[in-house]
């Protein structure tokens, strides 16, 4: 039995079966449609998530599966006080599979240590996302054909973004990569990211301040939001949310096949004229992240 | 300097950084044992400038003085025998230790679940970083635990 905790839990071989997977699933989705055929789906969701959730949820109903779960913490038996130890011991005996999204870092593998089904971490505070950072992969993949060789823009908020660094350490993995890292000074990447990860395996790299300098060298940008609830303080979160802020007039200076790709949800760093831009391809991200989830749901529930 | 008695048989715990003597003292329960112990704090060290010695008269056999590298990984560890050094050693570094460190970030799991243990992997080698393994923020600061374990991953 094999859990998802981090991105790099899939070794390279099982990340491409992953990918191949689920470009099968895009490729012929009704094919899938029998291949969790009584089998169960708990989404356990400790704080508020539309797309994670509802992600999980229609993968899940996509394969003949069915779901249960909670959508807060309020509404579940973590109100009374319950650990998520007890909690998994006893939604292993309900549900086949797990999804766990908590806002402390580290719960998807307490959960994991306790559980007797697959647990897939669905977001773990500002920690993990590793069904975002497959999302990542299979949509540069599909659209670009290879992770080799590219130069990949990180915009915005840098140092408490789980997606950039996670999709900065699954990247890494692959050979001749380059990366823009796009940041005001208060948000850059966390010293230990460039030091065990970047520096550690020779990857260069470079820290820019100016969005539209950087743009023109990119393969792939990859913006992210300030997010108001990863900031102890108000004060500082308004001083910094408007710092970048992706147009039309930026979109100018990148090349043609450049692509924006963007975890979502966004609020206002992508103004809404770039996305018929057909280098906006954030929304059909969020589409293959159902058909990534459906291929994790498969390979976890076979081993 | 301050002069302790020569201890004829026992462990004398060298350059530990200053004030870490105490942390040190209560991990190995040192106020449970039935033999004589000496702090020393704040000595003058060539070496160091100031550092804390502690010496223990009789032996910790239960013990395993490597996970004092995880507590502070620059201390020595003298065993004595006759009133002589026999062996001089520094302790490794543990590959994980579980409550010995504490992990301080307020995000982490371990901030409110209760019954887990603390539970840290040495991540860096070279400069002795250790990580919770539940949030992964590197540990920093003064060991806080009074019992734990050490294992092998």
Do not use: W
């Not at chain 1, 491409?16 to 009704?30: A, C, G, H, Q, T």
């Not at chain 1, 260069?204 to 102890?232: C, G, W």
């Amino acid at each position: 039995m094999k859990h998802i905790i981090t991105p790099t839990d899939l070794t390279l071989e099982e990340l491409d079966e992953l990918l191949s997977l689920s470009e099968d699933i895009f490729r012929d989705p009704k094919k899938y449609s029998d291949a969790c055929y009584r089998k169960r789906l708990a989404t356990l969701f400790y704080e508020p998530s539309t797309r994670t959730r509802l992600s999980f949820e229609a993968a899940m109903l996509n394969l003949g599966g069915s779901v249960i779960g909670f959508s807060s913490a309020e509404s579940s038996s973590a109100a009374k006080g319950e650990s998520i130890a007890d909690t998994i011991r006893v939604v292993s005996s309900y549900a086949d599979i797990c999804a766990i999204r908590h806002p402390k870092e580290g719960a998807p593998l307490v959960a994991s240590l306790h559980s007797s089904i697959p647990v897939i971490n669905a977001g773990d505070g500002g920690h993990n996302h590793p069904t975002q950072t497959f999302t990542d992969l299979f949509t540069i993949k599909q659209l670009k054909g290879r992770f080799e060789g590219l130069t990949v823009g990180f915009c915005g908020d840098l140092k408490f973004g789980r997606t950039v660094h996670s999709l900065i350490s699954a990247l890494s993995r692959y050979s001749n990569i380059r990366f823009i890292l796009i940041s005001p000074d208060e948000l850059k990447v966390p010293a230990y990211i460039k030091d065990e990860i970047l520096d550690a395996n020779n990857i260069p790299y470079e820290e820019v301040r100016s969005l539209e300098k950087a743009i023109p060298y990119l393969d792939i940008l990859y913006m992210t939001r300030v997010q108001k609830e990863r900031f102890f303080n108000e004060e500082d979160y308004i001083r910094l949310k408007d710092t970048y802020i992706l147009d039309s007039n930026k979109m100018a200076l990148a090349k043609e096949d450049m692509l924006v790709l963007h975890p979502l949800p966004r609020v206002n760093e992508i103004s809404v004229e770039v996305d018929n831009d057909p280098r906006a391809v954030y929304f059909k991200q969020a589409q293959f992240g159902v058909y990534v989830r459906m291929a994790l749901i498969m390979m976890l529930l076979r081993d | 300097m301050l002069n302790i008695d020569v201890i004829k048989r026992g462990i004398v715990i060298d350059h530990i950084k200053v004030g870490g003597a105490m942390k040190i003292y209560n991990y190995l329960n040192l106020e449970h044992l039935d033999c004589s112990v000496a702090i020393i704090k704040n000595a003058r060290s060539n070496k160091m400038g100031r550092k804390d010695i502690i010496k223990i008269e009789g032996m910790l056999d239960e013990i395993d003085l490597d996970i004092l590298g995880a507590i502070d990984p620059n201390i020595t560890i003298n065993i004595i025998e006759n009133g002589e050094i026999i062996e001089k050693k520094n302790p490794r570094l543990p590959e994980y230790v579980e409550n010995i460190l504490k992990c301080k970030n307020p995000r982490c799991i371990t901030s409110v679940e209760q019954g887990i243990p603390h539970s840290f992997k040495l991540t860096d080698k070279k400069k002795g970083i250790y990580r919770c393994i539940y949030c992964e923020q590197a540990f920093d600061g003064v060991p806080s635990m009074v019992s734990g374990t050490v294992n092998k991953l």
